[in-house]
């Protein structure tokens, strides 16, 4: 079934839409979630939790990238379920936060909330420039979350290489950051 065919069902409030919605993402969808909290139960509730996100947004909302839209709500829950475990720990960081913090270090403001637009603006269109194999494997780590392992499998290149394609592209991003002064 087409996404549109399946936003359809979720407007005519047909609960066949969350079964096709499961049908079609559910793997990618669940996976997403396996590789930031790492635990089968808690990405499965992030998932479900995601398809009732879905059901009370559409309608009005009418996702033009379902995929990815699904994609934004799953981290969203994935990443609190991590820190709601993680609040009582001390020093627990997560490691793709750490690797972007070098590029990305700014305080919570109000200004900061305001420039949160030009932000994105800005990290869409730098990605969108970026050359095909920095983009897949940019994406691959900071949007999918995947371990540089699985990057490996999936592209071919060698660990070295991602690490090196990662370390240029967040430099890149640093440099655009600082140019644009969100730095």
């Known amino acids: 079934m087409q996404d549109e065919e ?7 409030r047909n609960e066949q839409a969350i079964s096709e919605t499961s049908k079609k993402y559910g793997k990618t969808l669940t996976g997403l979630s396996l590789s930031i909290t790492g635990n089968g139960e808690d990405a499965k509730e992030c998932v479900n939790d995601a398809y009732f996100d879905a059901w009370k947004r559409i309608p009005p909302v ?3 990238h379902f995929l990815a839209w ?8 994935s990443y609190k379920i991590l820190e ?6 001390r020093g627990v960081t997560l490691e793709l936060t750490e690797e972007l913090a070098q ?7 109000v ?13 869409d269109r730098f990605v969108r420039d970026l050359d095909d194999r920095s983009r897949d494997v940019f994406m691959k780590r900071y949007f999918w979350s995947c ?11 060698s660990a070295s290489k991602i690490k090196s394609i990662l370390f240029r592209a ?14």
């Open 6 to 12: 399946i936003i359809d069902l979720y407007f005519a």
């Open 70 to 77: 699904l994609s934004k709500i799953v981290r969203s829950f």
């Open 62 to 64: 009418r996702p033009v």
């Open 84 to 89: 709601k475990k993680h609040a009582q720990k």
């Open 111 to 123: 200004e900061s909330a305001v420039d949160a637009r030009a932000l994105s603006a800005l990290i």
């Open 147 to 157: 371990p540089i392992g699985t990057i490996e499998k999936e592209t071919g290149y």
């Open 170 to 183: 967040r430099k890149k991003l640093k440099n655009e950051l600082i140019k644009e002064g969100f730095i």
């Open 103 to 109: 590029c990305l270090k700014c305080e919570e403001t």
